[in-house]
């Protein structure tokens, strides 16, 4: 079992810049993919980022390239969601999630919310313009 405890959520104005937290703990593979997903009302839930956190290996949907990255440090077991240039459009409750590596591979559904195992209850991030 994983347990995940995402932090770090808030206001801010376009243009700004948050960083989010994913805190994960219990028993963990060594070889694991974490994913940022994110939900705006009345919208699917959207891949943000996957991370192969072995190597840091990170993978951005096209619509935050550029703007967020994804730093870790693993002797605390945290990713780092970091948001810079913040747009209203990115206004949504943010997730992490976990799941296992091949996720997170060139290619790989790093994407896709149902081949993540645990999830953490998320944390709202507001943009205003």
């Known amino acids: 079992q994983v347990q995940l405890v995402e932090s770090g959520g808030g206001s801010a104005q376009a243009g700004g810049s948050l960083r989010l937290s994913c805190a994960a703990s219990?028993?963990?593979?060594?070889?694991?993919?974490i994913g940022w997903f994110r939900q705006a009302p009345g919208k699917p839930r959207e891949g943000v980022t996957g991370?192969?956190?072995?190597?840091?290996?990170?993978y951005l949907a096209d619509s935050v390239k550029g703007r967020f990255t994804v730093p870790q440090d693993n002797a605390k077991n945290t990713v780092y969601l970091q948001m810079h240039s913040l747009k209203p459009e990115d206004t949504a409750m943010y997730y992490c999630?976990?799941?296992?590596?091949?996720?997170?591979?060139?290619?790989?559904?790093?994407?896709?919310?149902?081949?993540?195992?645990?999830w953490g209850q998320g944390t709202q991030v507001t943009v205003s313009s």
């Open positions: 991370v192969y956190v072995p190597d840091g290996t990170a």
């Open positions: 999630a976990a799941g296992p590596f091949p996720i997170c591979t060139s290619g790989g559904p790093w994407n896709n919310t149902v081949r993540y195992n645990y």
């Open positions: 219990g028993t963990i593979d060594r070889r694991i993919c």
